[in-house]
């Protein structure tokens, strides 16, 4: 069976199980955050970040991209890569943009809210909350919400790794109890309704809400 290296409420490493889960693949975590100096963890991952992984065979490497596209060359049922190479390019293109910009907007405001105060004893910084809130999300929502058709997957309407990784940055707004304005991102809204519901991204919320509110 394969390790996942990280938190489960780290968002690129719940982006890198939610892969698994849509597929149906087993997986091992081990437990241990970013810059741990676990030897395995660091042959993995130099730079410490996580997501690290370990293949069935022992191979090390790092990076939730990575990892899911390792993952869907082992195990081909449920694929998340479109067939189609535009459309392909497209999926990556949007996994690209959550892994920077939404996951900027996103972890900023879960960072903010969530994790500075619970795991380092940060207090919430009300000035940028303030400017994540009316600057950053707006502008990626905005953006997310005029690519997406309502009731719509991102791509050709076939659940993708675009969606999976927006899906796991918007978890982080779950978190932090914000919700995303139906009246002004009805698409993006709606996106996330269906998402979560998935019994394998419930399943992972459970877990998550497990580890940060009890
Ligand atoms: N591109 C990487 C980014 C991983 C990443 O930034 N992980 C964060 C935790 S959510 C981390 O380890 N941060 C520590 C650091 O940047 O040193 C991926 O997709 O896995």
Not at 65 to 87: C, F, G, R, T
Not at 165 to 187: C, K, T
Not at 195 to 208: D, G, K, R, T
């Amino acid at each position: 069976m394969s390790t996942i290296f990280g938190v489960a409420v780290s968002p690129f490493v719940r982006k890198a199980i939610l892969a698994h889960a849509y597929k149906g693949v087993q997986f091992e975590i081990k437990m241990l955050p970013p810059g741990d100096e676990d030897a395995e963890f660091r042959q993995a991952s130099p730079l410490g970040k996580i997501p690290g992984y370990k293949t069935d065979n022992g191979a090390l490497f790092s990076d939730s991209s990575v990892i899911i596209a390792y993952l869907e060359k082992v195990h081909a049922e449920n694929p998340l890569y479109p067939e189609n190479p535009e459309s392909l390019a497209r999926a990556l293109w949007f996994e690209e943009y959550a892994d920077s910009k939404l996951a900027e907007a996103c972890n900023a405001l879960y960072f903010q809210l969530i994790v500075g105060p619970k795991f380092f004893g940060h207090s919430p910084d009300e000035n940028r909350i303030i400017e994540i809130r009316k600057q950053l999300l707006p502008e990626t929502f905005n953006y997310l919400n005029s690519q997406m058709s309502a009731g719509q997957w991102l791509i050709d309407n076939e659940f993708s790794v675009a969606d999976i990784a927006v899906g796991a940055f918007l978890i982080n707004l779950e978190h932090a109890q914000y919700e995303i304005d139906s009246s002004s991102y009805r698409n993006l809204a709606d996106f996330y309704q269906r998402f979560v519901a998935f019994e394998f991204v419930q399943a992972q919320l459970n877990i998550e809400k497990g580890i940060l509110f009890n």
